[in-house]
Nanobody, 122 residues
Framework: QVQLEESGGGLVQPGGSLRLSCAASGSFFGIHTMGWSRQPLGKERELVATIASNGNTNYANSVKGRFTISRDNAKNMAYLHMNDLKPDDTAVYYC????????????????WGQGTQVTVSS
């Protein structure tokens, strides 16, 4: 089972930057894809970015050119570098991972973190 812990959220002014981190721990064979999603207050959760184990990335149109997802496979970490932040980026940001489970004999399972709040306001 994989446990995910996000960190790095906070209050930032419009145009500012933040870096979110996601640490994966537990017992697993490996992690396939890691991603970030966000949920603004009162709205549905939306996918922000994903990164596969081979480094392939995907981004929501709303963050392309401003956000960069990266990962450190050796440390089982994922990061979301957010630049030129806008008030519309305010949300709880969640990390998720598709991992190969030991308990499930190699099946690909999914895990989510508890989230970290990002608030963009002057």
């Amino acid at each position: 089972q994989v446990q995910l812990e996000e960190s790095g959220g906070g209050l930032v002014q419009p145009g500012g930057s933040l870096r979110l981190s996601c640490a994966a721990s537990g017992s697993f064979f490996g992690i396939h894809t890691m991603g970030w999603s966000r949920q603004p207050l009162g709205k549905e959760r939306e996918l922000v970015a994903t990164i596969a184990s081979n480094g392939n990335t995907n981004y929501a149109n709303s963050v392309k050119g401003r956000f960069t997802i990266s990962r450190d496979n050796a440390k089982n970490m994922a990061y979301l570098h957010m630049n030129d932040l806008k008030p519309d980026d305010t949300a709880v940001y969640y990390c998720n991972a598709d991992y190969f489970s030991i308990e499930a004999r190699g099946r690909l399972l999914n895990s989510w973190g508890q989230g970290t709040q990002v608030t963009v306001s002057s």
